[in-house]
């Protein structure tokens, strides 16, 4: 509008009615490129699951933002330019003067070369169209294709923050396991990067069984770093680093988890499931193999813990009936000599204090202990329980785990140096050429269903935001052929925003697609601002090539305004690289690389898309004048 505005000044009007000319004429433009911005991020608004909750807020702000930026751009803006408008008089005789002249006539080479472009693509439109297809295909297609850009769901950041998973042999203690960890921290702080640590005995995250003397063999250590610009190597390659110095310890085993944003969730996790556990054992151990073979995998293991010593007690009932014990009175025998009875109470100053008599730690150590366990029956003699029961000692899993209610075993593996994506579709092909015992099932949970979920939404959204601009603008337009010609701006944009994915080095994460969707409405803007002035200046009666070349020139200025605005607004965060900043690196060079495409290719590809699409309605309008005429003529003849 502000642009528009000092257009009229320079013509001589004055600063008021310049104002009130400048922003009606721009009017419908402006309301044009606000309704596209708008309807693109309407569908992620109302997007549900995971991706809404995160970006709902972030679409809301922006549809907001544009409706007020628009309200402001009608009110505000005019008036301020009519009241402290004014015409710089550009002199040679001042360094500010000198800088200004410098800059308009780079501007005015800058215009004159691309009005010679556009006039030879004009004359030239297969050839154009051409050398744009080569260059849609050879990035959009052929660069994903090619493995350059990997998928993942969010990108992986180096946040300085890891937790090393221990477990220890099943009969360790709680006060074994703990003396173990003293010496893994003493390993930990050696390094002065360390800045914090952090140690949980008994437990882990994402452990569901709560019983401390189950849990009394694992642990779990976090640990902090100084920030990765005070350090020359990434939090993984110290996770990797260590896991030798620790796992140096006998009868240790260890997992290392980056704590990204998402916390310390593992990026792969499959789980194989089915109605048979022993099918389920043997496809797991096939799957495990097979994801360790697979390049950019690290750390692979089954979820559920290493199988402990269980005592399985199998009572022999006609056995109990000889000695006069009853099943109920054996289970609660060894129930009190285990886990204790606190039925008793203790009464001291008022105070009841529950007391929990149970059989002595050290008559409780052996398998022998078991066997030597003295039961008293109903007539007061002592009986073993090795008299009345088979007592064995045997294998059990510490955790069982179903999904879908059948039962499960699932595999988790760390990521290292590969997108989510790829190695994602190598398990897959892998399990393809080797199947898993029948009746098995593989399932992807984590990281990897919500990006599967998540493009699905993103994809869905882009578009959905693709047929809302082309309705609204048929709605303003009351045309079908003219909104089609600015959505050919969109596919040029890809260009770019594929091409700078790649040479970064970065993934094509939820906020790499949010940033394509982004980009709907911003280089539909330069589409409307070129298709406006074209249609204005024919309905003046210029000539089609005249107002096309026209329409290149007089908006070339404001569309490298707002390209290089939107451009140098967005360089901050694509070159941030404090902790976590590779999430949103993605998003930002996305829109850098389409802005620049569309800025570049744009200008070019839509006056002569108009073009064609104006000598195609031509041909047709003079062929049905041609039949209404050879009509007209034979009625007069007959």
């Not at 796992?247 to 969730?265: F, Q, R, S, Y």
């Not at 578009?463 to 303003?476: C, E, H, K, N, R």
Request: charged fraction near 20%.
């Amino acid at each position: 509008v502000l642009e528009n505005i000092y257009r009229h000044m320079e013509m001589g009007k004055h600063k008021r009615i310049a104002a009130l000319e400048g922003r009606n004429e721009i009017g419908f433009t402006a309301l044009s490129i606000t309704l596209v911005d708008v309807v693109v991020f309407v569908p992620l608004a109302l997007t549900n699951g995971l991706i809404g909750n995160i970006l709902r807020e972030f679409s809301l702000v922006i549809v907001f933002s544009t409706l007020m930026s628009l309200f402001v751009a009608f009110t505000l803006t005019p008036m301020l330019a009519s009241r402290w408008g004014k015409l710089e008089i550009l002199k040679k005789d001042s360094i500010w003067g000198r800088i200004n002249i410098g800059f308009e006539n780079a501007l005015t080479t800058i215009k004159n070369v691309y009005s010679k472009i556009l006039n030879w693509s004009l004359h030239h439109m297969l050839a154009t169209a051409g050398i744009i297809s080569i260059l849609f295909i050879s990035t959009v297609i052929a660069i994903p294709m090619s493995g350059l850009i990997g998928t993942t769901f969010m990108a992986q950041t180096d946040r300085g923050e890891l937790s090393f998973q221990i477990d220890l042999p099943p009969e360790y203690t709680i006060s074994k396991t703990n003396q173990v960890i003293q010496k893994v921290e003493h390993l930990i702080m050696k390094n002065p990067d360390v800045k914090k640590v952090f140690s949980k005995v008994g437990t882990q995250t994402g452990q569901a069984n709560s019983n401390a003397a189950a849990n009394s063999n694992i642990a779990e250590i976090t640990v902090s770093l100084v920030d990765k610009k005070k350090r020359n190597y990434s939090t993984t390659e110290y996770g990797q680093r260590m896991r030798d110095s620790i796992t140096a310890i006998p009868g240790l085993k260890l997992v290392v988890a980056p704590v990204g944003i998402m916390g310390n969730d593992v990026p792969i996790q499959a789980v194989v499931s089915g109605p048979d556990l022993d099918s389920v054992k043997l496809g797991a151990n096939e799957l495990l193999q097979l994801v360790k073979s697979i390049p950019g995998t690290d750390f692979v293991r089954f979820s559920t813990k290493s199988p402990k010593k269980d005592i399985a007690i199998h009572i022999n009932r006609e056995k109990a009936s000889l000695y006069g014990l009853s099943v109920a009175q054996i289970g609660g025998a060894v129930q009190l000599a285990f886990q204790g009875n606190d039925d008793t109470k203790y009464k001291y100053k008022g105070e009841e204090y529950d007391i929990n008599i149970t059989l002595d730690k050290a008559d409780k150590q052996t398998i022998e202990d078991i066997h030597n366990l003295t039961l008293q029956n109903s007539s007061g003699a002592i009986v073993r329980l090795e008299d009345v029961a088979d007592i064995a000692v045997v294998e059990g899993q510490s955790i069982r785990e179903r999904y879908n209610r059948m039962p499960s075993i699932k595999i988790e593996s760390a990521l290292v140096h590969r997108s989510l994506g790829k190695v994602i579709e190598d398990i897959k092909t892998k399990v393809k050429a080797h199947p898993l015992p029948k009746g098995t099932n593989i399932i992807f949970l984590g990281a990897a269903e919500n990006m599967k979920t998540s493009m699905e939404s993103l994809l869905l959204s882009l578009g959905i935001g693709i047929l809302l601009i082309y309705f609204v603008m048929v709605a303003l337009y009351e045309s079908v052929t003219s909104p089609f010609v600015v959505l050919f701006s969109i596919p040029v944009s890809f260009v770019g925003a594929f091409l700078a994915l790649g040479l970064t080095m970065n993934e094509l994460s939820i906020f790499a697609m949010l940033g394509l969707i982004m980009l709907l409405g911003l280089v539909a803007k330069n589409a409307i601002l070129i298709v406006d002035f074209v249609d204005m200046r024919l309905r003046e009666g210029a000539p089609i090539l005249t107002a096309l070349i026209e329409a290149g020139e007089e908006r070339l200025r404001p569309i490298m305004m707002t390209t290089f605005a939107m451009v140098f607004g967005m360089l901050p965060i694509a070159m941030a690289s404090g902790d976590g900043a590779e999430i949103k690196n993605g998003m930002a060079w996305v829109i850098l690389g389409g802005l620049t495409s569309s800025m570049i290719l744009t200008v070019i590809l839509v006056p002569c898309v108009y073009y064609m699409f104006f000598k195609i309605k031509t041909f047709f309008q003079t062929r049905k004048r041609l039949r209404r005429m050879h009509r007209k003529k034979k009625v007069l003849e007959a």
